[in-house]
């Protein structure tokens, strides 16, 4: 058997926050994934993947909802709790601290016209926001 | 010129382990298994699409040196176990049924089934960490 690096493990996390962001997902969940305890599996995922295991399954849930305010007529709140978050109000904070909008406002500014074809894995990718505004960055940066 | 696209390459970090996923559990066929004595043992393995004779996926052990140094070596293994490969998209009549099949023979799948403006499709992985598509077209 070749050597397999640990990150391999790590990359389990990182796809069923992709897979199942829908669902209430917490650290311990994530952490049996990569087959860690919690505590070693955050540092971990934060060394190898630049951010905590928290700020990609919210920014990964912010892009999901963001491609739903495009792309279907589901109302505001019915769209935080399609991507699983469970407060409207913190939904609405950190969206507008992402994209500098409100969701409605975001909605009105990006109309479901024609765009090119990009597939979701794609979209997944690069249209995920960058978390360094998220307050909790600048407290693990501090920390 | 240019003709026709005949191999495409994906580094795997174990060839046997990759035959057996991609034959056993991904359902492609074996196409050309080649050791060189000669070459370090270097070994050709390449699968392919049953019914698409002209396309072959070959699966590269990631060589040391003479071709990399360790060092070289060590980190693309890394970055493939990252999830930072290309991808290889494939296309299916039925994205639920292949779903459902390929998760039963335990492939890993980063993304479920889901509809799309152009389709159905949904993601999964090889056992190096190689991300693969497939879509069910409109």
Redesign the interface.
């Given at each position: 058997?070749?050597?397999?690096?640990?990150?391999?493990h790590?990359?389990?996390a990182?796809?069923l926050v992709?897979?199942r962001y829908r669902e209430p997902l917490d650290v311990p969940t994530l952490a049996r994934a990569a087959s860690l305890s919690p505590a070693h599996f955050s540092r971990e995922f934060r060394r190898?993947?630049g951010e905590t295991p928290h700020q990609y399954l919210l920014t990964r849930r912010l892009e999901r909802a963001a491609a739903m305010l495009r792309?279907t007529d589901h109302a505001v709140a019915d769209i935080c709790f399609e991507v699983g978050l469970s407060s409207v109000g913190s939904f609405t904070t950190s969206f507008r601290r992402v994209y500098g909008m409100t969701p409605s406002a975001y909605r009105a500014a990006n109309p479901p016209a024609a765009r090119a074809?990009v597939?979701?894995?794609v979209l997944q990718a690069y249209a995920r926001p960058q978390s360094r505004s998220f307050r909790e960055d600048r407290r693990a940066a501090q920390g | 010129m240019l003709k026709q696209l005949t191999h495409v390459q994906v580094w795997v970090h174990d060839q046997d382990e990759a035959l057996a996923f991609y034959t056993e559990k991904l359902g492609l066929e074996l196409r050309e298994d080649v050791t060189v004595p000669e070459m370090g043992n270097f070994r050709w393995l390449s699968v392919g699409v049953p019914g698409q004779d002209d396309v072959a996926i070959t699966l590269m052990e990631i060589p040391g040196p003479p071709v990399f140094e360790e060092e070289t070596r060590q980190k693309i293994v890394d970055l493939l176990s990252r999830g930072a490969s290309g991808g290889l998209f494939f296309s299916t009549d039925n994205a639920q049924q292949a779903y459902q099949e390929l998760k039963n023979r335990g492939v890993e799948f980063t993304q479920e089934p889901t509809e799309q403006p152009y389709g159905i499709d949904a993601g999964f992985r090889d056992p190096s960490g190689n991300h693969f598509r497939m879509a069910q077209p409109r």
């Open positions: 058997m070749v050597y397999l690096p640990s990150t391999r790590l990359l389990r990182k796809d992709d897979a190898v993947f792309n074809r597939p979701t894995c | -």
